[in-house]
Protein backbone atom coordinates (compact mmCIF):
# COMPACT_ATOMS: atom_id res chain seq x y z
CA UNK A 1 0.00 0.00 0.00
CA UNK A 2 1.40 3.18 -1.03
CA UNK A 3 -0.22 5.18 2.13
CA UNK A 4 0.29 8.92 2.73
CA UNK A 5 2.12 10.17 -0.39
CA UNK A 6 3.45 14.06 -0.36
CA UNK A 7 4.74 15.99 -3.34
CA UNK A 8 7.29 17.47 -3.95
CA UNK A 9 10.06 16.27 -1.34
CA UNK A 10 11.97 19.27 -1.52
CA UNK A 11 11.24 22.96 -2.77
CA UNK A 12 13.23 26.57 -2.78
CA UNK A 13 10.97 29.14 -3.23
CA UNK A 14 11.49 32.97 -3.11
CA UNK A 15 10.24 35.71 -0.90
CA UNK A 16 6.52 36.26 -1.92
CA UNK A 17 6.12 33.04 -4.12
CA UNK A 18 3.46 30.74 -4.38
CA UNK A 19 3.03 26.93 -4.24
CA UNK A 20 0.70 23.95 -2.98
CA UNK A 21 1.81 20.80 -1.04
CA UNK A 22 0.25 17.62 -2.73
CA UNK A 23 -1.30 15.30 -0.36
CA UNK A 24 -3.01 12.11 -1.21
CA UNK A 25 -4.17 8.89 0.58
CA UNK A 26 -5.20 5.81 -0.45
CA UNK A 27 -6.77 3.99 3.05
CA UNK A 28 -9.89 6.01 2.58
CA UNK A 29 -9.31 7.69 6.06
CA UNK A 30 -11.54 10.26 6.69
CA UNK A 31 -9.41 12.29 8.71
CA UNK A 32 -6.57 14.60 7.07
CA UNK A 33 -3.89 17.19 8.61
CA UNK A 34 -1.05 19.45 8.08
CA UNK A 35 1.58 19.62 10.19
CA UNK A 36 4.67 21.83 10.25
CA UNK A 37 7.80 20.64 12.38
CA UNK A 38 10.40 23.28 13.07
CA UNK A 39 13.71 21.94 15.02
CA UNK A 40 13.15 22.21 18.93
CA UNK A 41 9.53 22.61 18.10
CA UNK A 42 8.10 19.84 17.84
CA UNK A 43 4.90 19.13 15.08
CA UNK A 44 2.40 22.16 14.97
CA UNK A 45 -0.82 21.27 13.52
CA UNK A 46 -1.53 23.62 10.62
CA UNK A 47 -5.00 22.65 9.11
CA UNK A 48 -7.31 19.35 9.50
CA UNK A 49 -10.19 17.94 7.69
CA UNK A 50 -12.73 15.10 9.07
CA UNK A 51 -14.19 14.49 5.63
CA UNK A 52 -14.79 15.62 1.75
CA UNK A 53 -15.35 19.09 1.91
CA UNK A 54 -15.06 20.24 5.33
CA UNK A 55 -11.95 21.96 6.93
CA UNK A 56 -10.60 23.54 10.37
CA UNK A 57 -7.67 25.22 11.44
CA UNK A 58 -5.41 24.22 13.66
CA UNK A 59 -2.85 25.92 15.97
CA UNK A 60 -0.91 28.27 13.14
CA UNK A 61 -3.04 28.12 10.39
CA UNK A 62 -1.99 32.05 9.16
CA UNK A 63 -0.45 32.04 5.91
CA UNK A 64 -2.17 28.66 4.70
CA UNK A 65 -4.94 27.55 2.64
CA UNK A 66 -6.29 24.20 2.61
CA UNK A 67 -9.25 22.40 0.62
CA UNK A 68 -10.64 19.16 0.54
CA UNK A 69 -12.54 18.36 -2.42
CA UNK A 70 -12.06 14.46 -2.83
CA UNK A 71 -11.43 11.83 0.50
CA UNK A 72 -7.72 10.74 -0.91
CA UNK A 73 -6.34 14.38 -1.05
CA UNK A 74 -5.54 17.63 0.92
CA UNK A 75 -3.69 20.06 -1.05
CA UNK A 76 -1.86 22.72 0.98
CA UNK A 77 -1.40 26.45 -0.29
CA UNK A 78 1.02 29.07 0.56
CA UNK A 79 -0.23 31.68 -1.19
CA UNK A 80 2.78 34.62 -0.53
CA UNK A 81 5.64 32.49 0.77
CA UNK A 82 7.59 34.09 3.77
CA UNK A 83 11.00 33.26 5.23
CA UNK A 84 8.97 32.09 8.37
CA UNK A 85 7.60 29.22 6.48
CA UNK A 86 10.38 27.93 6.00
CA UNK A 87 9.55 24.49 7.81
CA UNK A 88 9.08 20.48 7.08
CA UNK A 89 5.58 19.88 6.05
CA UNK A 90 4.00 16.49 6.82
CA UNK A 91 0.48 14.98 5.91
CA UNK A 92 -1.58 12.59 7.60
CA UNK A 93 -4.48 10.75 7.89
CA UNK A 94 -6.54 8.49 10.21
CA UNK A 95 -9.64 7.04 10.15
CA UNK A 96 -11.97 8.67 12.87
CA UNK A 97 -11.91 9.77 16.54
CA UNK A 98 -13.70 9.34 19.33
CA UNK A 99 -13.93 5.50 20.66
CA UNK A 100 -13.07 4.51 17.06
CA UNK A 101 -9.29 6.22 17.11
CA UNK A 102 -6.42 4.69 15.63
CA UNK A 103 -3.16 6.39 15.02
CA UNK A 104 -2.17 8.97 12.12
CA UNK A 105 -0.60 7.68 9.37
CA UNK A 106 2.30 10.23 8.13
CA UNK A 107 3.80 10.79 4.49
CA UNK A 108 7.33 11.76 4.27
CA UNK A 109 7.65 15.31 4.59
CA UNK A 110 7.90 17.92 2.43
CA UNK A 111 11.20 20.20 3.03
CA UNK A 112 10.39 23.81 1.99
CA UNK A 113 12.99 26.70 2.32
CA UNK A 114 11.67 30.18 1.60
CA UNK A 115 14.64 32.61 0.78
CA UNK B 1 -6.32 23.06 26.70
CA UNK B 2 -4.03 20.09 26.46
CA UNK B 3 -0.61 20.26 26.64
CA UNK B 4 2.46 17.64 26.33
CA UNK B 5 5.41 17.98 27.59
CA UNK B 6 9.21 16.49 27.15
CA UNK B 7 11.46 17.43 29.24
CA UNK B 8 14.60 15.88 27.79
CA UNK B 9 15.74 17.42 24.55
CA UNK B 10 18.29 14.81 23.79
CA UNK B 11 18.78 11.40 25.76
CA UNK B 12 22.79 10.20 25.13
CA UNK B 13 22.82 6.10 26.01
CA UNK B 14 25.09 3.62 25.47
CA UNK B 15 24.39 0.81 23.72
CA UNK B 16 22.49 -2.28 25.57
CA UNK B 17 21.60 0.03 28.28
CA UNK B 18 17.87 0.79 29.25
CA UNK B 19 16.62 4.13 28.30
CA UNK B 20 13.46 5.92 29.67
CA UNK B 21 12.32 8.86 27.79
CA UNK B 22 9.48 10.76 29.69
CA UNK B 23 6.43 12.49 29.08
CA UNK B 24 3.97 14.49 30.67
CA UNK B 25 0.59 15.59 29.80
CA UNK B 26 -2.27 18.30 30.75
CA UNK B 27 -5.86 17.42 30.36
CA UNK B 28 -8.96 17.69 32.73
CA UNK B 29 -10.71 15.25 30.76
CA UNK B 30 -9.77 11.33 29.23
CA UNK B 31 -7.01 11.77 26.42
CA UNK B 32 -5.25 8.77 24.08
CA UNK B 33 -1.53 8.54 24.65
CA UNK B 34 0.83 7.87 21.54
CA UNK B 35 4.62 7.30 21.61
CA UNK B 36 6.14 8.00 17.77
CA UNK B 37 9.54 7.93 16.05
CA UNK B 38 11.47 9.69 13.40
CA UNK B 39 14.18 8.33 11.86
CA UNK B 40 16.39 10.96 9.89
CA UNK B 41 14.67 12.45 7.06
CA UNK B 42 11.29 10.71 7.59
CA UNK B 43 8.14 10.91 8.66
CA UNK B 44 6.84 9.58 11.94
CA UNK B 45 5.39 5.88 12.62
CA UNK B 46 3.70 4.82 15.72
CA UNK B 47 5.35 2.94 18.44
CA UNK B 48 2.59 2.38 20.65
CA UNK B 49 -0.72 3.64 22.06
CA UNK B 50 -2.72 3.60 24.79
CA UNK B 51 -6.47 3.96 24.66
CA UNK B 52 -8.22 2.31 27.75
CA UNK B 53 -7.08 -0.78 29.48
CA UNK B 54 -4.05 -2.17 31.04
CA UNK B 55 -1.78 0.98 31.83
CA UNK B 56 1.31 -0.94 30.70
CA UNK B 57 1.80 -1.25 26.87
CA UNK B 58 3.81 -2.53 24.62
CA UNK B 59 4.75 -1.32 21.24
CA UNK B 60 7.14 -2.20 18.12
CA UNK B 61 10.99 -2.73 18.70
CA UNK B 62 11.08 -3.79 22.12
CA UNK B 63 9.68 -0.23 23.46
CA UNK B 64 6.64 -0.30 26.63
CA UNK B 65 5.12 2.71 27.84
CA UNK B 66 3.04 2.94 30.98
CA UNK B 67 0.19 5.11 31.61
CA UNK B 68 0.21 6.84 34.88
CA UNK B 69 -3.09 8.83 35.59
CA UNK B 70 -2.35 10.20 39.29
CA UNK B 71 0.75 11.55 37.50
CA UNK B 72 -0.10 12.45 34.24
CA UNK B 73 3.01 10.97 32.89
CA UNK B 74 3.35 8.17 30.06
CA UNK B 75 7.15 7.43 30.00
CA UNK B 76 8.51 5.08 27.10
CA UNK B 77 11.03 2.70 28.37
CA UNK B 78 13.66 0.32 26.63
CA UNK B 79 15.38 -2.36 28.98
CA UNK B 80 18.61 -2.38 26.22
CA UNK B 81 19.13 0.15 23.06
CA UNK B 82 20.23 -0.71 19.75
CA UNK B 83 22.35 1.51 17.49
CA UNK B 84 19.03 1.32 15.25
CA UNK B 85 16.76 3.12 18.05
CA UNK B 86 18.39 6.30 17.13
CA UNK B 87 16.23 8.83 15.94
CA UNK B 88 13.65 11.47 17.54
CA UNK B 89 10.74 10.31 19.65
CA UNK B 90 7.54 12.08 19.75
CA UNK B 91 4.92 11.57 22.46
CA UNK B 92 1.63 12.54 21.53
CA UNK B 93 -2.05 13.22 23.04
CA UNK B 94 -5.97 13.50 21.52
CA UNK B 95 -8.33 14.17 23.65
CA UNK B 96 -11.57 11.95 24.10
CA UNK B 97 -14.43 14.75 23.34
CA UNK B 98 -16.50 15.29 20.40
CA UNK B 99 -14.36 18.02 19.02
CA UNK B 100 -11.96 15.76 16.55
CA UNK B 101 -9.53 13.99 15.96
CA UNK B 102 -6.44 16.30 16.65
CA UNK B 103 -2.84 14.67 17.95
CA UNK B 104 -1.26 17.47 20.05
CA UNK B 105 2.71 16.66 20.07
CA UNK B 106 5.57 16.99 22.88
CA UNK B 107 8.68 18.76 21.40
CA UNK B 108 10.58 15.84 21.34
CA UNK B 109 13.54 13.78 22.19
CA UNK B 110 16.56 13.11 20.85
CA UNK B 111 17.99 9.34 21.81
CA UNK B 112 21.49 9.26 20.28
CA UNK B 113 22.69 5.48 21.05
CA UNK B 114 26.05 5.44 21.39
CA UNK B 115 28.91 2.59 21.02
Known amino acids: NAGVTQTPKFRILKIGQSMTLQCTQDMNHNYMYWYRQDPGMGLKLIYYSVGAGITDKGEVPNGYNVSRSTTEDFPLRLELAAPSQTSVYFC??????????????FGQGTRLTVV | AQSVTQLDSQVPVFEEAPVELRCNYS??????LFWYVQYPNQGLQLLLKYLSGSTLVKGINGFEAEFNKSQTSFHLRKPSVHISDTAEYFC?????????????FGTGTQLKVEL
Open chain 2, 92 to 104: AVNLLTGGGNKLT
Open chain 1, 92 to 105: ASSTSGGMDMTEAF
Open chain 2, 27 to 32: SSVSVY
